[in-house]
């Protein structure tokens, strides 16, 4: 189907809000609602942020670059923006779902396109119990934390946590410990999508836990439950010959 109708945003940059409207004024704009296609300018941040606001609606975005690294992004140019979006080659992502029990008994749930990361809040390390499907897999573990990232975000908090990198089209989730201490030899895991993952909170009144779901961050924790929602498709728009399948490859052999 044709991208007629474009809805562009932008971050508060100055940068960003030049080439808002300087595309604007070029190819129009219609309300994100209406749009066959959403043209997000700014960096990888502004990226999340829009896919967060269409969630479940599989709007296509197409990013460009106007902000620092943009992992997410395609590079910035107002020329040919109709012909590009046109020949754009579609990566689908899934969210993972957080659903987050605090100390108090109070239930937070919500979506992380990258990861669901749990980190220390005190002086002392967290102690975390890990199981998947209902079994106990990890008993205790001794760390600063640990982050759960889908494909899309393997790149990012996960691969600075030392985690690997997933194919963008791998149906599997990374488990990464963040400075564990025991078992001191535990790198992490590698699991299945379909699997769903408790992580409970040991000690939580002397060793407090937050857990982090993208922007979204519960304090305090008991436990958190998490699975990813492979009925929400996200869909983004990269050029050809830079798609994230891609991009992702070159992480791996690119120093």
Request: aromatic share 4%; with cysteine; charged share 20%.
């Amino acid at each position: 189907m044709p991208l007629q109708r474009i809805a562009f945003v932008a971050s508060p940059t100055p940068t960003a809000r030049k080439a808002l409207k300087a595309l604007t004024e070029r190819y129009g704009t219609v309300p994100l609602e209406e749009a066959d296609v959403v043209v997000a300018l700014g960096g990888d941040g502004l990226m999340l942020q829009t896919l967060h606001r269409l969630l479940g609606r599989r709007t296509p975005i197409y990013g460009m670059n106007r902000g620092s690294v943009g992992f997410l992004m395609n590079e910035f140019r107002e020329d040919g923006l109709i012909e590009r979006l046109t020949a754009a080659e579609r990566s689908v992502v899934h969210p993972l779902s957080m659903k987050a029990s605090d100390i108090h008994g109070v239930v937070t749930e919500a979506y992380a396109i990258n990861e669901v990361s749990l980190l220390r809040a005190g002086p002392q390390a967290a102690k975390l119990r890990v199981s998947i499907d209902g079994h106990v897999r990890l008993d205790q573990l001794i760390c600063d934390g640990m982050v759960v990232a889908t494909p899309a975000g393997s790149t990012a908090y996960n691969l600075s946590a030392n985690g690997p990198i997933l194919p963008l089209n791998a149906p599997l989730m990374a488990l990464t410990p963040i400075s564990a201490f025991r078992p001191r030899r535990w790198r992490g895991a590698i699991i299945p999508q379909e699997a769903s993952l408790l992580i409970e909170a040991l000690e939580p009144g002397k060793r407090p836990v937050n857990a982090v779901g993208d922007h979204n961050e519960v304090k305090s924790i008991a436990c958190v439950e998490i699975a990813m929602d492979a009925a929400i498709d996200l869909v983004m728009l990269h050029d050809p010959g830079h798609s994230l399948d891609e991009r992702i490859l070159r992480e791996q052999f690119d120093w």
